[in-house]
Every structure is written in structure tokens, then in C-alpha cells.
């Protein structure tokens, strides 16, 4: 219990005091901001401030008051009046998008054409179509291009790599994937609910599709069916909350589900996001006229902020099983169970060699993995927790938007709508 305090106090409270800047511009990589949005002191700001290589140089935002309110707020020092007068800002390397969906193609790849590497908000953009002519752009064919980065930042952080280790790809039998978030949290009247702009809980809640993807580590075969909840007179194109199904290669299943208007006491009785992989029995050990078996199912409870609290329940199911001399099998003489719950606040906790802080939320992993890739571009030595191998590529981001497709297919809704913008 003090562990998760004292984390917690250093992630939401006390941020112990940051490492010195580089003074080199070729050591320092500057951000610009294009919108003044919630997430990006958690996303980009405090991550910022905890890597000697990279300021927060700018911020633009489509109302010059409210992008000069958040600039004295947070100690930005350059404040311009729209998002391509950022752009055109020879001192910014990189710009991070947290802007509505809708507008997450555009700007990305005016910043790409701008030479900007790109940190971009998920879902990088409103259907596979979009996603296709964005990542496969002649901007990003030409060393050395700019990076772009969908900011899948569960993926980054110790606790889901721990997880992934302790299942069995091959063998997987269904997986579940729930995230929820209280209406109270969400008005009705969001920007998450505007379809123009790519709203929509399958949109806003894509990790639990991602989520799938990873534990399988491969693509869905099949949407085999999507529900989806809408607004009473609302617009019937958006979806509040949903329940999907899916098939994979290896014939297992998966379900997810989201929603981003639950009520308050049910939101209480579960409120981590959680994914559940059961596994096919498989033999451990056996002589030929016994066997052994063992069916592990595997939780994370928490699999988006696991610094903040997760934990990982393994369950493992044993059973010894009689064969017959002709190849049939008797009931099962022996039954029992063993339970064990494992977690990962550091690096060195899910098996990796390197240093990292319990307190380390999963952007500042993600932020590292971004600037590791940058400065072996520049032919710089790595000076953080960089280039341990995780990343997210053009084609999965292009597979994420493909099975968002999938579920809003099946379930009857349009696609969100394709931009008309295309680079001169």
C-alpha cells in the first residue's frame, strides 16, 4: 500500500525535479502543440519535462486567447495564432496532435509535408482509407523522412509487455477487452459524439480492438458481430457504446466492448479497463498413458495506466488424464488449481534489462521510443530508455483502421466520413 502511494504521489502530485536540458540543437528535439487540448500535459508536457532532449518549444490552437492561456500555464514560450503558422516555424522538429479525429489526417500530413516528425493521436484517422493514404504517403518514402508515430502508449509501458510474455499465441481460445468511461465524464454534447469530426465510441475507444490484436499478435479473420447503443434522438450514426465480436487465424475469438456513457455505480464495480485471455488445454507432461494438461487463463486488470495500478492474475488449471491402449481417454483422475498475480512498474520487472522509474507513466515510455528514433536518424547516441524494440508501424496502423471498419460495417453505421484534403 505505501508502494502505491508514494507512485502515485510522484505521477499525480510531486514530480521529482527533472534532468538538465541539452543546450546542443542537434541534441534537442522541440515540440509544437497544434490544439490546446486536455490530454496534452499528461500526453506530451510531463513526459517532456522528464527527458533532457526535448522542450515543448510551441503551441497553436484555432482561439489565439485560449492557445496563450495554456502557453503561461504550462511554460511554453511560443504561442502562434494557427496551426500551419506552427508549422511554418523553423525551430519545431516535431509537433504532437491531439486534435478531434476528423482532423487527424489533415494535419498530419500538412506536418509531414512541413518536414515535422509526427506524434498522433489515436485513432490516427477516420477509417482505413484515410489511414492507407496516410501512411503509405510518398512524405514518408524519401530518407530521411519524418517519423510518425500513432500514440498507442499502453503498448510502451512494462506491465503489458510482462503480460504478453506470459501467453501463448498459438493456443489462445477467446479473449475479452473492456474499457468503460462514466457519462458523467463525457457530456452529451462532445466532440467524441460529432460524427463530422470522427466521433464515436468504436473511434474513441479503439485500444480494446488494439488490445486484440495484440494478444493474438495478428489480425482479425472475421467481425462476426457489433451492437452498438446510441443517444435516445440522437444522431444514428454515432455510437455511445458497442459489443464486439471477432475470429482469429488460430480459430479462437475475441469480444470487446465500450462505452462511454455507463452510470456512475456500474462504472464503480468495474472501473479498470481489463482484458481476460483463456487459453486451449495443453499438455505439460505426460508418459504416454497419463498426461498432464494445464489451462491458463490470464487478466490484466489495467492494461492503459499500469503505473498508476494494475495487476496481473494468472490462473493456471491442471488436470491428469488416463489414456487407454486404444487411444481413448478415461475421466480425468486428478483436478486442481494454482493461482498466482504478478505486476511490472519497471522495465527490469517484465524481464528487461534496463533502468526505468516505478513512477514512469506509459507516455513518458512511448516519448522515449519517439525521441530514440529521431536521434538515430540525426546519428545520435541514445541518452534515455529508447530502442527496446516496441513501436507501432504503418501497416498495424493501417490493420487498426481496417478492423475499426470492420465493426462499424457490421454493425450497420457508416464509416466516419474520408477528408477531401490531399497534399499540393
Same mark, same amino acid.
Given at each position: 500500500m505505501f508502494e502505491l502511494l508514494q507512485r502515485n504521489w510522484h505521477i499525480l502530485i510531486s514530480q521529482p525535479a527533472p534532468p538538465?536540458?541539452? =543546450?546542443?540543437?542537434?541534441? %534537442?528535439?522541440?515540440?509544437?502543440?497544434?490544439?490546446?487540448?486536455?490530454?496534452?500535459?499528461?500526453?506530451?508536457?510531463?513526459?517532456?519535462?522528464?527527458?533532457?532532449n526535448v522542450i515543448v518549444h510551441a503551441v497553436a490552437a484555432r482561439d489565439r486567447g485560449k492557445a496563450a492561456a495554456f502557453a503561461k500555464k504550462y511554460g511554453i514560450g511560443v504561442v502562434h495564432g494557427s496551426y500551419q503558422e506552427l508549422l511554418d516555424d523553423p525551430a519545431i522538429d516535431a509537433v504532437y496532435i491531439p486534435l478531434p479525429n476528423g482532423l487527424h489526417f489533415e494535419w498530419a500530413l500538412r506536418s509531414l509535408a512541413a518536414g515535422k516528425h509526427v506524434l498522433l493521436?489515436?485513432?490516427?484517422?477516420?477509417?482505413?482509407?484515410?489511414?492507407?493514404?496516410?501512411?503509405?504517403?510518398?512524405?514518408?518514402?524519401?530518407?530521411?523522412?519524418?517519423?510518425?508515430?500513432?500514440?498507442?502508449?499502453?503498448?510502451f509501458q512494462p506491465s503489458w509487455r510482462l503480460f504478453l510474455a506470459l501467453l501463448d499465441q498459438p493456443t489462445?481460445?477467446?479473449?475479452? %477487452?473492456?474499457?468503460? %468511461?462514466?457519462?458523467?465524464?463525457?457530456?452529451?454534447?462532445?466532440?467524441?459524439?460529432?460524427?463530422?469530426?470522427g466521433g464515436g465510441a468504436l473511434m474513441d475507444l479503439t485500444y480494446t480492438m488494439d488490445v486484440l490484436r495484440g494478444v493474438y499478435g495478428c489480425e482479425p479473420t472475421e467481425c462476426t458481430g457489433c451492437t452498438v447503443r446510441q443517444f435516445p434522438g440522437g444522431d444514428e450514426r454515432i455510437d455511445v457504446a458497442y =459489443?464486439?465480436?471477432?475470429?482469429?487465424?488460430?480459430?479462437?475469438?475475441?469480444? =470487446?466492448?465500450?462505452?462511454?456513457?455507463?452510470?456512475?455505480?456500474?462504472?464503480?464495480?468495474?472501473?479498470?479497463? =481489463?482484458v481476460t485471455v483463456v487459453h486451449r488445454p495443453v499438455a505439460v507432461d505426460g508418459d504416454g498413458s497419463e498426461e498432464t494438461r494445464r489451462t491458463r487463463t490470464v487478466k490484466l486488470v489495467n492494461f492503459v495506466w499500469g503505473a498508476i495500478y494494475h495487476r496481473i492474475d494468472i490462473q493456471d488449471e491442471f488436470t491428469i488424464v488416463h489414456k487407454r491402449g486404444d487411444g481413448t481417454e478415461e475421466v480425468v483422475k486428478k483436478r486442481w488449481t494454482k493461482k498466482e498475480t504478478r505486476k511490472a512498474h519497471t522495465l527490469r520487472e517484465a524481464g528487461i534489462d534496463r533502468h526505468s522509474e516505478k513512477y514512469w507513466m506509459t507516455y513518458k515510455y512511448q516519448l522515449d521510443e519517439f525521441i530514440y528514433r529521431i536521434r538515430t536518424q540525426r546519428g545520435l547516441e541514445e541518452t534515455g530508455i529508447g530502442g527496446t524494440g516496441v513501436w507501432v508501424d504503418a501497416e498495424d496502423s493501417i490493420a487498426q483502421a481496417r478492423m475499426i471498419d470492420m465493426a462499424y460495417t457490421k454493425a450497420g453505421l457508416p464509416l466516419r466520413p474520408t477528408s477531401t484534403y490531399r497534399p499540393v
Amino acid at each position: 500500500m505505501f508502494e502505491l502511494l508514494q507512485r502515485n504521489w510522484h505521477i499525480l502530485i510531486s514530480q521529482p525535479a527533472p534532468p538538465p536540458k541539452a =543546450t546542443s540543437d542537434n541534441d %534537442v528535439v522541440r515540440f509544437g502543440l497544434l490544439g490546446a487540448a486536455k490530454i496534452a500535459p499528461i500526453a506530451l508536457i510531463t513526459p517532456a519535462r522528464q527527458h533532457p532532449n526535448v522542450i515543448v518549444h510551441a503551441v497553436a490552437a484555432r482561439d489565439r486567447g485560449k492557445a496563450a492561456a495554456f502557453a503561461k500555464k504550462y511554460g511554453i514560450g511560443v504561442v502562434h495564432g494557427s496551426y500551419q503558422e506552427l508549422l511554418d516555424d523553423p525551430a519545431i522538429d516535431a509537433v504532437y496532435i491531439p486534435l478531434p479525429n476528423g482532423l487527424h489526417f489533415e494535419w498530419a500530413l500538412r506536418s509531414l509535408a512541413a518536414g515535422k516528425h509526427v506524434l498522433l493521436e489515436k485513432p490516427s484517422a477516420n477509417n482505413a482509407v484515410e489511414a492507407e493514404l496516410l501512411f503509405r504517403s510518398p512524405l514518408l518514402l524519401s530518407p530521411p523522412a519524418p517519423i510518425l508515430l500513432e500514440a498507442f502508449h499502453y503498448r510502451f509501458q512494462p506491465s503489458w509487455r510482462l503480460f504478453l510474455a506470459l501467453l501463448d499465441q498459438p493456443t489462445i481460445q477467446h479473449a475479452s %477487452v473492456t474499457m468503460t %468511461v462514466p457519462a458523467l465524464a463525457i457530456p452529451k454534447d462532445d466532440i467524441r459524439f460529432e460524427f463530422a469530426l470522427g466521433g464515436g465510441a468504436l473511434m474513441d475507444l479503439t485500444y480494446t480492438m488494439d488490445v486484440l490484436r495484440g494478444v493474438y499478435g495478428c489480425e482479425p479473420t472475421e467481425c462476426t458481430g457489433c451492437t452498438v447503443r446510441q443517444f435516445p434522438g440522437g444522431d444514428e450514426r454515432i455510437d455511445v457504446a458497442y =459489443t464486439g465480436s471477432w475470429r482469429f487465424p488460430n480459430g479462437g475469438t475475441g469480444a =470487446t466492448h465500450g462505452d462511454l456513457q455507463l452510470g456512475l455505480l456500474e462504472t464503480l464495480k468495474d472501473p479498470w479497463p =481489463t482484458v481476460t485471455v483463456v487459453h486451449r488445454p495443453v499438455a505439460v507432461d505426460g508418459d504416454g498413458s497419463e498426461e498432464t494438461r494445464r489451462t491458463r487463463t490470464v487478466k490484466l486488470v489495467n492494461f492503459v495506466w499500469g503505473a498508476i495500478y494494475h495487476r496481473i492474475d494468472i490462473q493456471d488449471e491442471f488436470t491428469i488424464v488416463h489414456k487407454r491402449g486404444d487411444g481413448t481417454e478415461e475421466v480425468v483422475k486428478k483436478r486442481w488449481t494454482k493461482k498466482e498475480t504478478r505486476k511490472a512498474h519497471t522495465l527490469r520487472e517484465a524481464g528487461i534489462d534496463r533502468h526505468s522509474e516505478k513512477y514512469w507513466m506509459t507516455y513518458k515510455y512511448q516519448l522515449d521510443e519517439f525521441i530514440y528514433r529521431i536521434r538515430t536518424q540525426r546519428g545520435l547516441e541514445e541518452t534515455g530508455i529508447g530502442g527496446t524494440g516496441v513501436w507501432v508501424d504503418a501497416e498495424d496502423s493501417i490493420a487498426q483502421a481496417r478492423m475499426i471498419d470492420m465493426a462499424y460495417t457490421k454493425a450497420g453505421l457508416p464509416l466516419r466520413p474520408t477528408s477531401t484534403y490531399r497534399p499540393v
